[in-house]
């Protein structure tokens, strides 16, 4: 079990804290909570998963902060922190694994629906559907081109968010991030 001095410091984040509850106008101590929250958690997550996964669970942890620093007792804020970043870290590796078995019942389900296609129609989509992913991995990773494939297989966001077991929300961003990476390679998507 990880104690809260391993990475998160009390003395670092005790003043951002009260700071932040104090402040009823202003936003710049909560921004500076949050910053600081940011620089913390993203290397910790960075270290367990790839890239983009460490951006999701941040933007979760920076969400679960803004929504509850006001209630946090200022003094236990570093346990709180710690709590909160490693629910995240194994809600994700809950859903990864959920979304694996998931993944591997209906990728059989799918292939046997494109093989009554004619071999001329799904070669070319295959090709199609191949290069547009491989361009997605190559400029954003493997969880926006997933999120990719699904759109260029015809699925919804909920969709997609179901199969790999995570939140619309997530897949909007990773559809977003695909967009902008893309976008010098597919001019339409801007």
Known sequence: MMRA???????????????????TVDTRALDMLLCAVRRTVLPYFTRRTDAETADDLAQVVLMTVARDYRSVDAECVASWLVTVAL???????????????????????AHDLTAAEPMS???????????VTGAANDRCGPAVRDAVAGIIDGLTVRDIADLSGTSPPTIRMRLQRARAALASVLPLLR
């Open 5 to 23: 001095g391993a990475w998160v410091t009390a003395e670092s984040f005790v003043p951002l804290v009260r700071a932040a509850q104090v402040e």
């Open 87 to 109: 629910n995240a870290l194994r809600d994700e590796l809950r859903r990864r694994a959920f979304a694996t078995d998931r993944f591997v019942r209906t990728q059989h389900v």
């Open 121 to 131: 129609a799904a070669s070319e989509y295959q090709e199609l559907r191949a290069a």
